[in-house]
Structure formats: structure tokens, C-alpha cells
């Protein structure tokens, strides 16, 4: 039976150049206080053993930790797994963090926080005193929580901010801030259904804790004023669920001049308005029109296939990353938003209105 080679450690480099540990760790950190000559024997060492360094090495400097705290909320996330019903958000989020990450040598760690209890100052600052992170990606609905910013400035974290603007308080530093474009994707999913004719153009909000979701009212609501249509009573709110889609989407259908399109804020909204549809025989999309925001998988395979905002989630979480790697220093003095456009997939879901098809 072949032998099992051992892992060449940083012991193993420092032995073989007649170093300390500390030494070998600078230089693998790039530190500047290491004499040529020196870095020059300890590289020659880790070429010629083969030495991969590890997080464990490149933290022995002291100044880095090579990791990202990446924070979601702890309810709605694990309510979604158990109802198995799976979080594209949390799988597309993870996919652009975490190959973010790893082109810089770093890694990243999910943690989810309660958003509204009353210890979550006390488990996140455990959080970030056992794991120094070297900053923090906050999603919605983290990204405006005040006790969350103040306690990662409290632990002197830089921070980005997915879908957030600013900062109403002075006193909190805004952090990087990586936003998708939600009001003009509104305005581009509005858009398409007027230029198919569509007059009466119903919405379906996410809840208020969201920033996002005012932001899509906003575009929505622009869009329709800009081709001087109201918008009263075309408006019902959900919070992201299935069971609160459906009791929108019904409202909605219900009302004496009925929408002939709708927006809703999510793809389980959307499902929902799907079957609100069936139940008062309205065919989509010979009778109602509808367009939904997310894009995940699901949308593709419904009958028929829907019209979506995609959400370029990936990419946003990548930007994130990134600018907490290489410009930390912004956090203390950040410049506008990054606005990361999103696009539209137009599928069989949306047609004219029956009185112009």
C-alpha cells in the first residue's frame, strides 16, 4: 500500500529556511517589513516543498483574516428550506460571493441573524469576535438595521450594503453600498406591457421592510404616470409568500374594473397569482398578463412559462465582495451606489389585452 503523503504546513516552510513562524507568515502576507534577502530564503522554501499557505498561515500576521461574513435573515431563510422550497437568493448570493472570494485567496462564511430579536447585538458580535472577519455582506432585510450596522462598526468590520442608498443616521458610517436596479426594472417590466397595449397594469408589492419594495412601487408607479394612467386601486401588498400573493393576486381580480396585467414582486407571488387566475377562469395570457421579479427556476417551467425581471444576484454579491477586498477604505468615505441593471426575459406569460389582441 502506496504511503500517504503529509500536508506541507507553514512548521514545515520555516524549518527548512531556518525561520520563525512569523516570518514565513509575512512573507506570505506581502508585509512590507521583511528584508529581501529573507523573503527571497523563504520563498525558495515554499517552491521547493510545495507549500500551499492556509487561512491558519495567512492570519498569523495579525492584520488579515482572509474571510467574509456574508448575513441573511435567519426566518425567512429557514422557513424556506424547511417548506422545501429552496432560496435562489441564498444559492446565487453564495455563487458570486463565494468565487468572488476565492479569486482573492479568501473564503466566505454564511451566517444567518435574526433580524428582530432581542439578542442579535449579543450573536453577531459573538459571531464577529470568534471569526475577525475582514467585512461583512449584508442582503436585505440587514442592509437598513440599524443594531446590525452599529454593532459591525463596533467591531470596526467595514460593511456592503445590498439594496440600500444610504444612511439616515449620521452617527453610522453607509458602507459600500451594491444595489440592483429595482425601480428601473419596474419601470422596464411597466413598460412592456404598455407598449403591448395593456392600460390597467395591477402591482403587487413586497413588504415595507424591504427597501426594494418601495423602490419597485416607485418605478411602477412612474412608468404608468408617464403615460398618464392612474394607478388607483391597482395595488395590493404581499410579503413575499406564497399564501400573501394569492390574497393580493385575488383582491386584485376582484375589483369591478379588473387589472389586464399584473406585476408581482416575487416568483412565489407570482405562482400564487397563477392560481388565483384559474380559480376565476381567466386564461394567461389570453385574459390576464403577468410578469414576475426573481426569475428562478420555477418560472420557467409553469404553464405558461413567465415573463421575469432577472435579478443578476451573482454578480451584485460579487461587486460586494470585491470592493470590500480591494477598497475597504471606502466604507469610511463612500462614494454613490453601484446600480447593477437587471434584465427582462420575456416568455409566454405576457400578450395584449383581449380588447386590442
Given at each position: ?205 413586497g413588504p415595507a421592510e424591504y427597501r426594494l419594495s418601495g423602490w419597485r412601487v416607485d418605478g411602477w408607479q412612474a412608468e404608468m404616470a408617464a403615460a398618464d394612467l ?89 461587486m460586494a465582495v470585491r470592493l470590500l477586498i480591494t477598497a475597504p477604505s471606502v ?27
Amino acid at each position: 500500500m502506496a504511503r500517504r503523503r503529509l500536508a506541507v504546513t507553514i512548521k514545515h516552510v520555516a524549518a527548512d529556511a531556518g525561520v520563525s513562524l512569523q516570518t514565513v507568515s509575512r512573507v506570505i502576507n506581502s508585509e512590507p517589513n521583511v528584508r529581501p534577502e529573507m523573503r527571497d530564503r523563504v520563498q525558495a522554501s515554499i517552491d521547493r516543498l510545495g507549500y500551499v499557505p492556509s487561512i491558519a498561515a495567512q492570519r498569523m500576521s495579525g492584520s488579515r483574516s482572509y474571510l467574509i461574513l456574508a448575513l441573511n435573515d435567519r426566518e425567512r431563510t429557514i422557513a424556506d428550506w424547511r417548506a422545501r422550497q429552496g432560496t435562489d437568493w441564498v444559492d446565487q448570493m453564495l455563487l458570486g460571493g463565494m468565487l468572488e472570494c476565492a479569486e482573492h485567496g479568501y473564503r466566505m462564511i454564511f451566517e444567518l441573524v435574526d433580524t428582530h430579536a432581542d439578542h442579535l447585538e449579543r450573536e453577531l458580535g459573538a459571531a464577529l469576535a470568534a471569526l475577525q472577519p475582514d467585512g461583512a455582506i449584508l442582503t436585505p432585510p440587514h442592509s437598513d438595521n440599524p443594531r446590525i450596522l452599529a454593532t459591525l462598526k463596533r467591531h470596526h468590520v467595514p460593511y456592503a450594503r445590498i439594496g440600500a442608498q444610504g444612511h439616515e443616521d449620521g452617527a453610522l458610517p453607509a458602507g459600500i453600498r451594491v444595489s440592483m436596479d429595482d425601480e428601473g426594472a419596474a419601470r422596464r417590466a411597466t413598460r412592456h406591457l404598455l407598449d403591448m397595449g395593456h392600460r390597467r397594469i395591477g402591482f403587487i408589492a413586497g413588504p415595507a421592510e424591504y427597501r426594494l419594495s418601495g423602490w419597485r412601487v416607485d418605478g411602477w408607479q412612474a412608468e404608468m404616470a408617464a403615460a398618464d394612467l392612474k394607478t388607483d386601486g391597482l395595488i395590493e401588498t404581499g410579503d413575499f409568500s406564497y399564501a400573501s400573493g394569492l390574497r393580493a393576486a385575488k383582491a386584485l381580480l376582484m375589483r369591478a374594473e379588473r387589472p389586464t396585467a399584473i406585476i408581482a414582486s416575487n416568483d412565489q407571488m407570482a405562482l400564487a397569482t397563477i392560481e388565483a387566475a384559474r380559480d376565476a377562469d381567466l386564461i394567461i395570457p389570453a385574459d390576464l398578463s403577468l410578469v414576475s421579479f426573481d426569475n428562478t427556476p420555477l418560472v420557467r417551467f409553469t404553464t405558461p412559462p413567465l415573463t421575469a425581471v432577472d435579478q443578476p444576484i451573482a454578480e451584485t454579491t460579487a461587486m460586494a465582495v470585491r470592493l470590500l477586498i480591494t477598497a475597504p477604505s471606502v466604507t469610511l468615505d463612500p462614494p454613490a451606489p453601484v446600480i447593477i441593471p437587471m434584465g427582462l426575459v420575456e416568455r409566454a406569460s405576457t400578450a395584449p389585452p383581449p380588447d386590442v389582441a
